[in-house]
């Protein structure tokens, strides 16, 4: 526990000031984390003898990412290229002998998607009005759920959750999850315009639903980052992390927490 706060920490200490000053200085941190989860994504199926082409899923993440940041008329035709393209390497990659070549496809396309697309929320939600605040409110709110999962769960836990994905899951940790990231969510909004002195950015009750969304949907993102590490046989992504394990456990929930935060706060605040 005590390397888990320690590594906590330190990433609070890297990642708010780039938060703060958002621009390409919080390009460049998001970039790192997305781009480094798609390396373990990647290593994580090559180690059960799957073959998503590295360089089109690195690449095509990459210039994702740079096109929903500084050139979002271009995002669209950037993910339709990467799909392209991985079908056109693959299908050689079939006529040269490789049989697995159409689910090596998949896995390509799924990190182009998931990681690429989705991740790219986490630009998006900055990037709107306020939006560092906006950040500021969901990206913690799920810390606090996870939080709280995490200490009643390991203190309470007696139902299991998902035996097979996450076996020290429970359910009692979950509702705990729930109620945290409601709460949270709640604080925080209270919290930014009571002693930041900020102009209304949503209404406490806001916050609060916002939190409980998020506390309900996003242990999604842990359970199926946990789905690949089974796949692969790896307790962690990598070990980049004292406590935490690699990049694409560090951002499981983020990528759900932005999807779902960045709609939220364009349908019901903005």
Sequence with gaps: MLKRTITALALLLVGMPT??????????????????????YWHMFKAVGYDSN?????????LILVTRAFFPELAVPAMAAGVLIAMSIHLFAFERGRDQAALDFSITVGAL???GWLGSYLLDTRNLTDGGWYFMIVLPSVWL???????????YGKHKMSPRLSPKKS???YAAGVFSGAIGGAFFVYAYQTYGMLPP?????QGALLGLILGLLTPLGDLGESMIKRQAHMKDSSNVFPGHGGFFDRIDSWIWAATIGYYFIQWFVL
């Design 145 to 155: 759920a996870d939080s709280g999962a995490y200490s009643i769960g390991a203190a």
């Design 201 to 205: 950015l949503m209404s406490i009750g």
């Design 171 to 173: 359910w009692e940790g």
């Design 54 to 62: 590295l360089y089109v899923t690195m690449g095509g993440v990459g």
């Design 113 to 115: 998607v998931y990681l």
């Design 19 to 40: 938060v703060i000053l958002g621009g390409p200085y919080f390009f460049v941190l998001i970039a790192l984390f997305v781009l480094g989860a798609t390396w373990e």
